[in-house]
Each structure stands twice: as structure tokens, then as C-alpha cells.
């Protein structure tokens, strides 16, 4: 199987290639045509793979998803759901680059344009895996499905209507993810713990029309400097959540999940060189907490957008209107939606001057954490470790999937398996995002590993 995978080695990373050449850009205000062009090149991934019954999923005014399978194995074999996403993040500073975005570039052993890791990776490490088998065995000792989503960077905002609609397709007894962290190159990852999602939008008016600052300015109050100090009002002086009761319902670290943060031995160091700080800005939040528990376990803030006249096009007028975007980041157990209604209730009380202010939430996800332990996970533990040649860490994620809570809860609490290709320095969602070679072609390994190692624990797995 190993030999298959690697015959194919130059071959996988030219197709994934070609997917990083589509701009798949979900979020809004983006041409949806290279979405679905995506899709459609990811369905011919999926048919030369040889999985049947590949096409199109989508429920109305949504980006598509692909779904294919392979379920020849019979229904004493688990059935294992394969996810990836095919969707990308924008490109806003692409000057600023040192290789076009979507002109796929390979530098000192790493695959650099957007996409590359986060996430066509993975669906080349489905491809490669399921791939493998096929053509040696001509057949898999597991039932595959695969579905890669086409709305992830959006926040899966239809997840639940495209649940509703496919769930007895995608049915599956275990839930593999291909899109998560490594702890570090060379080291595999398998991640236990999300944290969840919220978004809020913000819009600040105090003028019918911006009118001219010299004449009005002093008693005249103007939008941007009210926004501007809600927004300022949101974290204090050390960059923690200043919203009253957002950590109520923090679940404080078990002892063993402390030990396993102390294990990892997080360098300030090597985390100011991975987020490429720059010299002077100090790190942020409680200093008396873990680097890890703060980034895995613990809420945040974040201003990610602000719409106001651009410094090019400013003018000498007090603004009559400013909008900003507010992400939520949240600890596993927290609830996104009372989360969002804190903060919403905390800029509407902290925007001056009598400023009118409306809020509204955007797309969010769920927080996830499940027990380290199980048939499933000493089945990925075990592939992981063949694949990479290294014991595999216990990572939690400060990220968000959507498509975790929903679905293993659909399928009667599923096991979910998130495994990676990226490591810190891909830089997702950022400039020169990239792939280690090497890793990624690890990762095709231990997945074809990890359909026998299911398939030996298909006794437990299998839900009758």
C-alpha cells in the first residue's frame, strides 16, 4: 500500500496543484463560478480514484459540495466518512506575497498558494488513500464515503438544511477530517478539542450625511470614533474578554489535560516565531495561564473587519456611519449563541455619545471535545504512527469546524477523527500559505494505513 502511494507521490501533488489554481473563494462578494469549477475538478479527483456514484450536493443558493463512494466492503466492515473542504479563504493582501496566490509555487520543500493546506490538501489525502487500495487490492477493507464540503470558510452556514437533505447518504460509523494541525513538522497531530464560533456585526450612525469637520467638528460626534471605542471596550489592557459574563461557562482543564499542555512544552519563543511577531509586541491574555490552555481553552475577541472611509479616500468630514465585524472564539462547552447576545449587548451599552447602533449575528459554530480514547482513536493513533514513524500528540485546536457537532451528533455520537496536513508555519488563512511536502505525503500514508486499522477494531466500531 505504502508502495502505492509513493509510485503516485508526483502525481497527487500535480493535482493538487491544479486545485490550488482555482480561486475557490465562498465569502460573499466573491464570483461563485470557480466555487463550483472546484467542485466539479474535486468529482473528477474523486471518479479517478475510483469511488461511484460522484456528483454535486447542494441545497438551493448554496456553493456545492461533492460527494463519491465505496462501500464493497459489506456491513460487517465500518463505514468511514471522509471530509475535506474544496472552498478557500480571500486573498486581501496578495502584493504581499512572495508567489501569486493562486499560482501553486514550490520553495525549500514547501507547496505555497492559497488552498494548498487549508484544505485541497485533504482532499488530496483522501484521493491518494482510498487510491491505494483500489488499485491494489481492488477493493477497501472499509465502506468510504467521501464529502467535501463547498461553504467551510463561511461557517457552513446551511449545514443544517444540507444535514436535513443527505444525512442517510453520508451515514457513516466513524468521521475522518483531513483538516486540522500537525504539532509540528515531522509530528503528527490528532486533535480531540475545537473551539466554537460567533460573529457579530456592528453599525454605528450619528449624521444623515458626513458632513465637513472643521465647521461641526468638537460638538458634532462622528460614527468612526464611536465605533472605534465600543470596539475598544470589548478586551482590557492585557487583551482578555472584557464582556460581562462570557467566562461563566468556561470549563476549567482536567488535571490530565493539563499535564498533556505541560507534555507539549509550548515555547513563547517558538509561538513569537510561528505568528511572526513582530520585535516588541508582547504576548496577550492571562500570563499565569498556559500558552495552549490559552489558545485551546479559553474564549477570545477579535475585530476583523471595520468599514470606514479608507486613508486613500479620506476626506476632511466627520463620518456619518461605521460598520465592524467581531469575531467570538469559544471555549469547548460554551454556548455561540448566548455568547453573541453578550457581546451585542455589550457594544450596544458601549457605544458613546447616544450614537444609534444596530448589531446582528453572523455565521458561528459549535465547540467540540471529545475523550482521547476508543477503538477509533487507537485505530489513528496507530496509522499515524506508521505513517509519520513518530508517536502522533494530543492537540486541541483554537480553530472552528461547523461540520463536527452536527454530524456526529446526527450519526448517534460517531467517533470524529481530525487529522491534518498543515503544521505552524502554513500560515492558513494568511499570506504565503503553504504545505510541507514531506508531511503531506505522510498523511497519505497513514490514512491507508488507518483503513486496516479500523478495519481490525470493526467489532466495536460498527453500529448494528
Not at 488530496?124 to 483500489?134: E, G, P
Not at 515531522?186 to 454605528?204: A, D, F, K
Request: charged share 25%; hydrophobic share 40%.
Amino acid at each position: 500500500m505504502a508502495r502505492a502511494v509513493l509510485t503516485r507521490e508526483d502525481q497527487t501533488r500535480e493535482a493538487l496543484c491544479d486545485l490550488v489554481r482555482i480561486p475557490s473563494i465562498s465569502a460573499e462578494g466573491h464570483d461563485p463560478e470557480p466555487v463550483r469549477r472546484s467542485a466539479q475538478a474535486t468529482a473528477q479527483l474523486l471518479r479517478g480514484a475510483g469511488l461511484d456514484g460522484v456528483r454535486l450536493l447542494e441545497v438551493e443558493d448554496t456553493h456545492p459540495s461533492v460527494y463519491g463512494g465505496w462501500l464493497g466492503a459489506g456491513h460487517h466492515a465500518p463505514t468511514v466518512l471522509l471530509y475535506a473542504h474544496h472552498d478557500v479563504q480571500p486573498v486581501a493582501t496578495g502584493d504581499r506575497w512572495h508567489s501569486p496566490p493562486f499560482e501553486p509555487t514550490v520553495r525549500d520543500g514547501r507547496l505555497y498558494g492559497r488552498g494548498a493546506a487549508d484544505d485541497k490538501a485533504g482532499i488530496m489525502v483522501h484521493v491518494a488513500a482510498v487510491r491505494s487500495w483500489l488499485e491494489v487490492r481492488g477493493g477497501l477493507p472499509v465502506n468510504v464515503k467521501v464529502i467535501v464540503e463547498g461553504e467551510e470558510e463561511i461557517g457552513s452556514p446551511h449545514l443544517a438544511q444540507f444535514l436535513d437533505r443527505h444525512a442517510d447518504t453520508l451515514r457513516a460509523d466513524v468521521i475522518v477530517l483531513a483538516d486540522l494541525v500537525n504539532w509540528q513538522v515531522g509530528v503528527p497531530g490528532l486533535t480531540y478539542s475545537l473551539r466554537g464560533l460567533g460573529e457579530v456585526y456592528v453599525t454605528v450612525r450619528g449624521l444623515e450625511q458626513p458632513i465637513h469637520s472643521g465647521m461641526w467638528g468638537g460638538p458634532v460626534p462622528d460614527a468612526v470614533s464611536g465605533l472605534l471605542k465600543a470596539l475598544a471596550s470589548l478586551t482590557d489592557d492585557r487583551g482578555r474578554p472584557a464582556v460581562a459574563g462570557l467566562h461563566d461557562d468556561v470549563r476549567r482543564p482536567t488535571a490530565e489535560e493539563r499535564a498533556r499542555f505541560a507534555a507539549l512544552d509550548a515555547d513563547p519563543d517558538q509561538l513569537r516565531h510561528e505568528a511572526r511577531l513582530l520585535p516588541g509586541v508582547t504576548l496577550i491574555g492571562e500570563p499565569d495561564v498556559p500558552l495552549l490552555e490559552r489558545i485551546w481553552m479559553q474564549p477570545t475577541i477579535t475585530v476583523i473587519g471595520i468599514d470606514v472611509p479608507s486613508v486613500q479616500q479620506a476626506s476632511n468630514t466627520l463620518a456619518a456611519e461605521a460598520r465592524a465585524k467581531v469575531s467570538i472564539r469559544l471555549a469547548p462547552g460554551q454556548d455561540p449563541a448566548r455568547a453573541v447576545r453578550l457581546v451585542e449587548q455589550h457594544l450596544r451599552d458601549h457605544v458613546p455619545w447616544g450614537l444609534q447602533v444596530e448589531t446582528r449575528p453572523g455565521h458561528g459554530g459549535e465547540p467540540w471535545m471529545t475523550d482521547p480514547s476508543g477503538p477509533a482513536f487507537q485505530a489513528a493513533q496507530a496509522a499515524l504512527r506508521a505513517g509519520f514513524g513518530t508517536e502522533p500528540a494530543l492537540l486541541g485546536c483554537g480553530g472552528t469546524i461547523p461540520f463536527v457537532v452536527p454530524f456526529s451528533d446526527a450519526f448517534d455520537g460517531a467517533p470524529c477523527l481530525l487529522t491534518g496536513v498543515e503544521d505552524p508555519a502554513s500560515n492558513a488563512h494568511g499570506e504565503d500559505e503553504s504545505l510541507h511536502l514531506g508531511d503531506f505525503t505522510q498523511a497519505c500514508l497513514a490514512e491507508a494505513f488507518l483503513f486496516h486499522e479500523l478495519a481490525e477494531r470493526a467489532d466495536d466500531l460498527v453500529r448494528r
